[in-house]
Nanobody, 126 residues
Framework: QVQLVESGGGLVQPGGSLRLSCVAS????????IAWFRQAPGKEREGVSC????????FYGASVKGRFTISRDNAKNTVYLQMNSLKPEDTAVYFC???????????????????WGKGTHIIVSS
């Protein structure tokens, strides 16, 4: 059974940091790319970051470049998103996704067969 499970969300003050985890099961993480997306209240889903299979190459949306870092630990079947210098506009539900094509490339393919986690909530507020 293919699963993606996010964790690490919560309430944080502006300027603070948080690390999200995406634990994968049921497929070979080391052969697939993983992407992070977010959706804020009243807004469309936005691509945040993506990491390819090894050797890893990383990509970031313009709004988070320089503040967020994506990484993977294949031994733990986990992809991380380190979020620093958080801003109120980062408030959203964050979720990870993969296309399971086995290509290992970014961006991931988004279609009706894309696999998504259920998301974890981030609130950045004083």
């Amino acid at each position: 059974q293919v699963q993606l499970v996010e964790s690490g969300g919560g309430l944080v003050q502006p300027g603070g940091s948080l690390r999200l985890s995406c634990v994968a099961s049921g497929f070979n993480l080391d052969e697939n790319a993983i992407a992070w997306f977010r959706q804020a209240p009243g807004k469309e889903r936005e691509g945040v970051s993506c990491i390819t299979s090894s050797p890893s190459t990383t990509f970031y949306g313009a709004s988070v470049k320089g503040r967020f870092t994506i990484s993977r630990d294949n031994a733990k079947n986990t992809v991380y998103l380190q979020m620093n210098s958080l801003k109120p506009e980062d408030t959203a539900v964050y979720f990870c996704a993969t296309d399971l094509t086995g290509w290992g490339t970014c961006p991931i393919q988004q279609d009706d067969r894309t696999y998504w986690g259920k998301g974890t909530h981030i609130i950045v507020s004083s």
